[in-house]
């Protein structure tokens, strides 16, 4: 029980969160389109159901998404995912209707929930990786866990009112944005690759670390940009339809 102590690990359960009800708004609609057409009494059960597999599933992927960013190089590609996809939550694209499958039968409604959700949740799975990355220690799979499960009611049960909140307070996606931003820039400057060239110190297993200061520094910066690019995406797209 001593990562519950930890600032960290609840700092990176809060990001988790966060992330999961910013970038899970199309996964809720999935849900609700998936399911649209069970019986009533049966409905209940495809989201639950269906909800519980998908995020299972996304606990995999990240299990794996946390192991492959050991490898050189690749967590600063993440660092670059994640910046694209904050900028396209700061300024989206016009997207089109939900081609969802509907069906009348419980486990094919929970199938497509699954699948969709699997196909939609790269963007999740990248951000909470790096969210996970800056609780270090053994800390990263139970918190990853804990986090996703923290917000699966919300999801399930909270989104149309987190939505109308986004709509009414835009800065709530700003924020948003700006936090993958942030997790971006600590990421980047974490990669094997890179390390060596950053001002480092010895933890208490005598591991390198990257000092707060510039982890915390390369944060700033990358929300920065993440801003800074999202009002660029804004402008011209309002000049060119101007």
């Known amino acids: 029980m001593e990562m519950l102590s930890s600032p960290d ?62 490898i050189p190089f690749l967590k600063l590609v993440g660092a670059v995912l994640l910046v694209w996809i904050g900028v396209k939550l700061l300024a989206p694209e016009d997207e089109g209707d939900h081609e969802v499958q509907a069906s009348d039968k419980l486990w094919a409604a929970i199938k497509t929930v699954i699948v969709a959700d699997l196909v939609m949740s790269v963007d999740n799975v990248i951000a909470i990786a790096g969210a996970a990355e800056g609780a270090g220690g053994d800390h990263k799979m139970p918190l990853v866990v804990f986090g996703l499960l923290v917000s699966i009611p919300i999801i399930v049960w909270g989104s149309q009112l987190v939505i109308k909140l986004m709509d009414r307070f835009p800065m ?10 942030w997790i971006a820039g600590t990421m980047a400057v974490t990669d094997p690759a890179v390390i060596g060239y950053m001002p480092t110190e010895r933890d208490a297993k005598g591991v390198a670390q990257v000092l707060d200061s510039v982890r915390y520094g390369a944060g700033v910066a990358g929300a920065l940009l993440v801003w800074a690019l999202g009002q660029l995406v804004l402008r011209r797209r309002a000049a060119a339809a101007g």
């Open 9 to 70: 690990f609840w700092i990176a359960v809060g990001q988790i969160i966060m992330i999961d009800i910013l970038l899970g708004g199309d996964n809720a609609v999935v849900i609700a389109l998936a399911c649209r057409k069970l019986p009533p009494a049966q409905r209940t059960q495809g989201i639950l159901w269906g909800t519980a597999g998908a995020i299972g599933l996304r606990v995999v992927l990240i299990f794996f998404a946390l192991t492959l960013l050991a």
């Open 172 to 181: 709530v996606i700003v924020v948003g944005g700006m936090l993958l931003g």
